[in-house]
Every structure is written in structure tokens, then in C-alpha cells.
């Protein structure tokens, strides 16, 4: 079965860019029926869906964030990236990558498998 | 954007009672809908799509409804292991999720 793992640096200063691998394993990064994408979650609080890529490589990305945000994946190593700009202590989070699963014509979106996620803390 | 809100916030149940939690986005969202499950330090686990597609291996007692702009999670008989945090998502545009309700032990 498909297993996503995040990995990189847990500590970011202010107004660096965070960079984040997430390495899929047990399946193809390549098929045509997945996308892939980032979501986050600071300590004690909600989600937020960062952005997601597809197989093709064209991206979207939520527009809270798209100015900071670049998706990237290179499917000769089952992996893709996450890199976001201009960090701040708002920025602070568990950053998770996911598979984006589809049905209903690609209308109905949901996250399957999820990686465990990984710390990302933004401080000098 | 679509603005996602549910309700309670939280809850305090007893194992066996049934448990409803509500979801309503901020304009019609069809059928595209989805719940998630997450326990602390874990990441968020697929319950239900599409509204009421129960994703395979979740146990029947779960079960979603809804279409529009309301939607319920309903949990028939809470066992010890759905102590958690659930989340609703929507897909009918950037995908965002609901603030969450917790669940926890009365």
C-alpha cells in the first residue's frame, strides 16, 4: 500500500524558505489517477490545504499563500516538494503531504493516504 | 472562498451514545464533502466522501449525509477508539476544511 513520509529541516529562521521532501513508497507517483499535495496545521488548530501538483506537473495553489508557494515533483525519485518563502512565526506548523484521490468526475477531492507529518517551527 | 463551520465545537459523550456533528459551508457545495478523523499526535484518517461513501474499512457505525450547504457525520454507537477530533472538507473549490469537533469523554 501507498505510504507518504515528509521529511526536512524542523527549524526555519525568519524570512527563509521552507523546504520539505515527501517521499512516496509502496506505489507509482506517476499515475494519471492522483494528484498530490501539501497541507499544514499549526499546534492546536485547524487544517489548512496548501496546494496540490499533478502527474503532469501543473499546480495549484491556495490563494492565501500562492505568492510564497511552489509545488515541485520529480517522479524518477517518487517524490515531491513543497518550498514556501518569506516564512514568519505564522508560518509554524506540522506540514503533511497527502495523495489527493478523485471521483465524480474530479469534483469530489479527498486526502488518502496521509504521510505523519513533520514539525516545521519558524524561529531565530 | 468557501467558508467551512461546525458544530458543537465539542462534545462530551458516553461509549455507546449516538453522535451527530454538523457541517455547513457558506454556499451550496453539492455533494462534495468529505470527513476525516484525527487522534492527537496522528495525522487526519478518511472516513467518509462524497458526503456518504464510506471509505473502505471504517466501520459501518459511522456514517454521512447531506447536500447543499448542511451535512452531519453521524456516529451510531461511540466506542472508545472515535475519541477524537473530526474534520469536514470541502471540494467543491480550493479545498478547506472545517474548524473541527472535538470528541471526548463525558
Known amino acids: 500500500q501507498v505510504q507518504l513520509q515528509e521529511s526536512g529541516p524542523g527549524l526555519v529562521k525568519p524570512s527563509q524558505t521552507l523546504s520539505l521532501t515527501c517521499t512516496v513508497s509502496g506505489g507509482s507517483i506517476s499515475s494519471g489517477s492522483y494528484y498530490w499535495s501539501w497541507i499544514r496545521q499549526p499546534a492546536g488548530k485547524g487544517l489548512e490545504w496548501i496546494g496540490r501538483i499533478y502527474t503532469s506537473g501543473s499546480t495549484n495553489y491556495n490563494p492565501s499563500l500562492k505568492s510564497r508557494v511552489t509545488i515541485s515533483v520529480d517522479t524518477s525519485k517518487k517524490q515531491f516538494f513543497l518550498k514556501l518563502s518569506s516564512v514568519t512565526a505564522a508560518d509554524t506548523a506540522v506540514y503533511y503531504c497527502?495523495?489527493?484521490?478523485?471521483?465524480?468526475?474530479?469534483?469530489?477531492?479527498?486526502?488518502?493516504?496521509w504521510g505523519q507529518g513533520t514539525l516545521v517551527t519558524v524561529s531565530s | 472562498d468557501i467558508q467551512m463551520t461546525q458544530s458543537p465545537s465539542s462534545l462530551s459523550a458516553s461509549v455507546g451514545d449516538r453522535v451527530t456533528i454538523t457541517c455547513r459551508a457558506s454556499q451550496s457545495i453539492s455533494s462534495y464533502l468529505n470527513w476525516y478523523q484525527q487522534k492527537p499526535g496522528k495525522a487526519p484518517k478518511p472516513l467518509i466522501h462524497?458526503?456518504?461513501s464510506l471509505q473502505s474499512g471504517v466501520p459501518s457505525r459511522f456514517s454521512g449525509s447531506g447536500s447543499g450547504t448542511d451535512f452531519t457525520l453521524t456516529i451510531s454507537s461511540l466506542q472508545p477508539e472515535d475519541f477524537a477530533t473530526y474534520y469536514c472538507?470541502?471540494?467543491?473549490?480550493?479545498?478547506?476544511f472545517g474548524p473541527g469537533t472535538k470528541v471526548d469523554i463525558k
Open positions: 497527502a495523495r489527493v484521490l478523485v471521483a465524480a468526475g474530479g469534483w469530489v477531492e479527498w486526502f488518502d493516504p
Open positions: 472538507q470541502q471540494s467543491y473549490s480550493t479545498p478547506s
Open positions: 462524497a458526503a456518504s
